[in-house]
């Protein structure tokens, strides 16, 4: 980053210097900037820099965003890192959500199963009882049991084989009532998932994502963002992809940044699943960080505050003009000053038309605050950049040299100095 009037590089610490000095309690983040106001760009050079001093890093993306940067460090590391997945009819991302590398079923692994189980059964609108809340815990927990007794293959398919026989004759022992728990309803909502169904792929994948050794990595689910079934589901498994690495990886930094994609779970039924991982992410050496740029999403939802925005000691805005008739209900909504509001809306609003460079407002605790400009080199430029015609500029000459994007970065940058020289 860079002091916004002199231009001089500063050294912002946002994570562990205000840990440590208690002017907050965690490191979790809130990002809020409408189209075009450098959001994308911001959050790119944010998260390489967690990258370069060894953090794990875990993106969830709605529009290509992070694809030039995972690209150059695929290619920094000979493949080893930079992981980028995308969903297609041809090869839709699939997973085991009852695996686990080591065999160990915690608290949080059987959480992460019983709310992935839940979103496939209830609608958003149909939050389960008690009882079935009961019903749920104890066929998930009745199931690990069997594979450990019986040193089976665990899957979804095993889930509900073990529910259509040895779990419903345990309800009819206990005597347990139809309208307290349904089994037939349960099983016929869940048969799309189950061998023959229409997403049985989707929860029982043969090949294991070996994913903890890797440092980034992002999940592109653009394809699937308006569809009602996988878009929920698929978020949420994911983010049990960046559980196991928080649960495994002791002493390790690492980091989700969740796109557009919280929406998907930001429901009545995912409230308290999306609570869970922004406390417990803290206890893990972790943060997580949510970006958006639709206002009326938070301005609607108190599930929003309450969840995410509470737990995000760390606010980082940009260029807001697009939402002065709105600005009164946002500062409400993220509790600012009247300073704190000065500085926002103070954005972009002089900037020296010799540098290239766009402003952030980043605020920490409620106590500290300050705009920065976010100010970088032409080959982090376009490293970082999300405008199409440059992003295919520099993906159509990295494929003639091999791949290779961080030669293209180069020459393409070379090219524009040589240029801005000439004229």
């Avoid at 590391?77 to 590398?101: C, L, M, Q, S, W």
């Amino acid at each position: 980053m860079a002091d916004r009037l002199t231009g001089k590089p500063i050294h912002l610490d946002i994570s562990d210097l205000p840990m440590k000095q208690g002017i907050i309690t965690n490191r979790n983040k809130f990002i809020l900037g409408p189209s075009g106001s450098g959001k994308s760009f911001f959050t790119n050079h944010m998260v390489r820099q967690y990258y370069e001093q060894g953090a794990h890093v875990l993106l969830v993306d709605t529009g290509n965003s992070y694809q030039g940067l995972c690209e150059l460090i695929k290619g920094k590391t000979k493949g080893e890192d930079g992981v980028y997945f995308t969903y297609t009819e041809d090869n839709p991302i699939a997973f085991n959500p009852f695996y686990t590398d080591d065999g160990v079923f915690d608290i949080e692994k059987r959480e992460s199963i019983k709310t992935l189980i839940l979103t496939l059964w209830k609608r958003d609108d149909e939050p389960p009882s008690r009882s079935e809340e009961v019903a749920l815990s104890n066929a998930v927990s009745g199931y690990i049991e069997q594979i450990r007794s019986k040193n089976s293959h665990p899957s979804f398919n095993g889930f509900y084989d073990y529910v259509k026989d040895d779990y419903q004759k345990v309800l009819e022992q206990k005597k347990v009532r139809e309208k307290d728990f349904d089994i037939a309803n349960f099983l016929n909502v869940l048969e799309p998932y189950y061998k023959g169904g229409e997403y049985d792929y989707l929860l029982n994948s043969e090949r294991q994502l070996d994913l903890l050794s890797k440092r980034f990595i992002v999940f592109e689910i653009d394809a699937i963002k308006d569809h009602k079934i996988l878009f929920p589901i698929v978020t949420i498994i994911i983010m049990e992809v960046f559980i196991n690495k928080m649960r495994r990886l002791k002493g390790i930094r690492k980091l989700i940044l969740i796109e557009e994609a919280w929406k998907a779970i930001a429901k009545e039924g995912m409230a308290e699943y999306i609570k869970y991982l922004f406390k417990t992410v803290r206890k893990f050496f972790g943060e997580a960080i949510v970006v958006t740029q639709e206002v009326d999403d938070i301005i609607q939802s108190p599930i929003v505050k309450e969840s995410i925005i509470n737990n995000s000691d760390c606010k980082i805005l940009l260029d807001q003009r697009k939402y002065m008739n709105k600005f009164d209900d946002i500062q409400a909504m993220l509790g600012l000053t009247e300073k704190e509001k000065s500085q926002v809306l103070s954005i972009n609003m002089n900037n020296d038309p010799k540098r290239l460079y766009k402003e952030v407002w980043i605020g920490l605790g409620g106590t500290h605050s300050a705009v920065y400009a976010t100010e970088v080199s032409t080959e982090e430029y376009l490293a970082y950049t999300t405008e199409e015609t440059e992003k295919m500029e520099v993906m159509n000459l990295a494929s003639e040299l091999d791949g290779n994007v961080e030669h293209a970065i180069k020459r393409i940058s070379l090219r524009r100095i040589k240029s801005n020289k000439e004229n």
